[in-house]
């Protein structure tokens, strides 16, 4: 994404940049107790409004766009804390994309508190995705689906909880999200999850 200055933008932060060097030279003449006479009081006064008046247009536009960038920031922020006080508690996560396996390890996690489904959970939901599926491929995917229930059965639940992170318009996980209740019963607990946007965010 490119964002353009322009050139009534460049004038206005020149000026700002001479305004700011006529307060260093009024700052100079008050050293060392900054102390402002009524003449120079009014002059920095003016020079304030001054930088107000030509900086003021430049950060109504340009700091809206920062929010974005911050918000975004925020949610990544949020999200690893998320997964930090995960691995604090020794719970576990699971998530539907194995491509998602190595963001989270580079944080730190234990990969043996994470699941990766590797698509939905139950053998039903195949179908949903792809209806034209073969009796060929549902037998190996039964089989993926036994092994994902017997190590969730498997696991000690007791003092430890399951969370599902999924991403908001993601179609696997929406079937996931379909089937908390009975992801629920398997392990005797209730689920918890965490949305995100995408994994995207926390590339790099």
Request: hydrophobic fraction near 40%; include cysteine.
């Amino acid at each position: 994404m490119k964002f353009n200055i322009n050139s009534e933008e460049v004038k206005s932060l020149l000026a700002a940049i001479e305004d700011l060097l006529d307060i260093k030279l009024l700052i100079r003449k008050i050293v060392p107790d900054y102390d402002l006479n009524e003449e120079l009081n009014e002059k920095f006064i003016s020079l304030l409004f001054s930088l107000q008046k030509k900086l003021q247009p430049i950060f109504s536009k340009y700091l809206k766009q920062d929010d974005k960038i911050s918000s975004k920031k925020k949610s990544i922020f949020k999200l690893k804390e998320n997964i930090k006080e995960i691995m604090e508690r020794d719970d576990i996560i699971l998530i539907s994309a194995n491509s998602s396996k190595k963001k989270i390890k580079n944080l730190g996690f234990n990969p043996q508190n994470l699941i990766v489904s590797g698509g939905p959970l139950f053998i039903e939901d195949y179908k949903i995705i792809n209806p034209n599926i073969t009796n060929i491929a549902l037998q190996g995917i039964k089989k993926k689906c036994e092994r994902l229930t017997n190590q969730l059965k498997d696991e000690n639940w007791k003092k430890k909880d399951l969370i599902f992170i999924y991403e908001k318009e993601n179609p696997t996980d929406k079937l996931i999200l379909k089937k908390l209740d009975e992801i629920s019963n398997i392990i005797g607990k209730k689920i918890k999850t965490i949305e995100i946007k995408s994994w995207k965010a926390l590339d790099g």
